[in-house]
């Protein structure tokens, strides 16, 4: 017995129970952040479309009972019901971590996908890059929310001619880390939610946001603090997960992406839409490609299914590229006009 059937067989609610969450006396019991509307255009939630939740949900637990849920491919994973803006298309949860619960989270966490190979991480990020060169100057500051121990930044100061990297990174652990990847680059890592107030306005070029905006109670807030930082023409790239990619709709509720870390997923008109209603114009948006060793692949399918993955070999293996249902969005501030 895994631990969602142990729970369900506690007596908690099966996710086929679930109404609205406003309308759910037992999730009203819980310390939780209440979401009244759409954080990408901002319609009210009580419009939004029940669309999958886990069972047993995460809104009829205590946060305590969490933890083996954060991340991770598994079968038996617990995840805050999402519900489908009708106007956006964007999937977003009701019923949500407070702030200061998720600071306790991610303070304490390793440093992203540690379990794949470093050469397959970095291969990722520099192809990151080389979409980002196809609009971005590539000189002045630039801005990194989320950076990890800094392989894209790393990239990216390689390959440009950057004066200062403002980071913000709030596990501490890795902090030592992304500051050795950045020899000879000029840098500021600060563990605190990013502020405009903390630098110069308009006084950065680049501002980048990698699987992070998926993690971001409030996005519209923390894109329009980034507005005020970028220079007029500055460009924001922003990596996100598909919710409406073919892989979403074919895994259902074992789709990776549904996980306890993301308040809200995007698609391709959601994302435009809340980067729009932020002030800025929206250039390009492209499907990713993630590269994995084969042996990571088979096992991460296997886990996904509850599988034993002791039939998968060992050993060295070379590198496949994936399309995981992840797009890249590239937006400009615009170069004149209200600031």
């Not at 309308?23 to 009203?28: F, I, N, Q, R, V």
């Not at 977003?92 to 304490?108: E, I, K, N």
């Not at 390689?158 to 992304?178: C, D, I, M, Q």
């Not at 630098?199 to 996005?219: C, G, Q, Y």
Request: proline share 7%; hydrophobic share 40%.
């Amino acid at each position: 017995m895994n631990h969602a059937d142990r729970l369900k067989s506690e007596g908690v609610l099966p996710a086929s129970t679930i109404g609205h969450p406003a309308e759910d006396e037992a999730s009203s019991t819980r310390d939780y952040l209440r979401i009244e509307s759409c954080p990408c255009c901002g319609s009210p939630a009580a419009k939004a479309k029940c669309h999958i939740a886990s069972s047993p949900p995460a809104e009829m637990l205590s946060p305590e009972r969490h933890g083996k849920f954060l991340s991770g491919y598994t079968s038996g994973r617990v995840f805050f019901t999402y519900f489908k803006c009708l106007d956006c298309s964007a999937l977003f949860c009701p019923t949500y971590y407070r702030q200061s619960q998720l600071d306790g989270l991610y303070g304490r966490q390793a440093e992203n996908m540690v379990s794949i190979p470093l050469p397959a991480r970095q291969r990722t990020q520099d192809d990151y890059v080389s979409f980002l060169r196809r609009h971005c100057r590539m000189a002045g500051n630039f801005l990194e929310i989320g950076p990890d121990i800094g392989l894209f930044a790393s990239s990216l100061a390689k390959t440009g001619s950057f004066n200062h990297a403002w980071l913000y990174e709030p596990n501490r652990n890795v902090h030592h880390l992304l500051s050795d990847n950045l020899p000879g680059l000029s840098h500021t890592i600060n563990e605190n939610i990013f502020r405009a107030s903390d630098m110069p306005a308009e006084s950065v070029s680049t501002a980048v946001m990698i699987h992070v905006l998926d993690h971001v109670l409030r996005p519209m807030d923390l894109l329009r603090q980034i507005r005020t930082s970028l220079e007029p023409g500055g460009i924001i790239f922003i990596v996100t997960h598909d919710c409406d990619s073919l892989l979403a709709r074919v895994m259902g509720r074992r789709w990776p992406p549904y996980t306890l870390q993301h308040p809200q997923l995007f698609s391709r008109l959601s994302i435009a839409t809340l980067l729009r209603l932020s002030g800025f114009e929206v250039i390009e948006t492209v499907k990713t490609t993630n590269y994995f060793p084969a042996s990571f692949l088979m096992r991460a399918a296997l886990a996904v299914y509850g599988l034993s993955d002791t039939v998968v070999p060992g050993g060295a293996a070379s590198l496949v590229p994936v399309k995981l249902g992840n797009i890249a969005t590239i937006a400009r501030k615009p170069a004149r006009g209200p600031q």
